[in-house]
């Protein structure tokens, strides 16, 4: 079982940056690969990012290569997403998910455990 709290969301204007953070605690949890998923009213749940256990893959989503970074601390068993130049777009909670193996990091079924979630909203 791995538990996720994620934080740092909130409200901020575009153009500004945030970091979220996702602190993982269970067993073997700093071995599974790792995914921020965000989710907009009406909308489907997609992929944002992920990075696989080791930290030597990542993806990103197109909307957001260039202006966001995936990373994760080891020894914090924490895992970040800094988002720049935030858009008005970005506005979605954004959810923090753990899978074992490193295939299929774009697959929100194929994750199985999750955060609570946390709200990022930018304003124009």
């Known amino acids: 079982q791995v538990q996720l709290v994620e934080s740092g969301g909130g409200l901020v204007q575009a153009g500004d940056s945030l970091r979220l953070s996702c602190a993982a605690s269970?067993?073997?949890?700093?071995?599974?690969?790792m995914g921020w998923f965000r989710q907009a009213p009406g909308k489907e749940r997609d992929v944002v990012a992920a990075i696989t256990w080791n930290g030597g893959r990542t993806y990103y989503a197109e909307s957001v290569k260039g202006r966001f970074t995936i990373s994760r601390d080891y020894a914090k068993n924490t895992v970040y997403l800094q988002m720049n130049s935030l858009k008005p777009e970005d506005t979605a909670v954004y959810y923090c998910a753990a899978k074992a193996g490193s295939y299929s990091l774009t697959t929100a079924g194929d994750y199985a455990y999750w955060g609570q979630g946390t709200q990022v909203t930018v304003s124009s």
């Open positions: 269970g067993r073997s949890s700093s071995s599974y690969a």
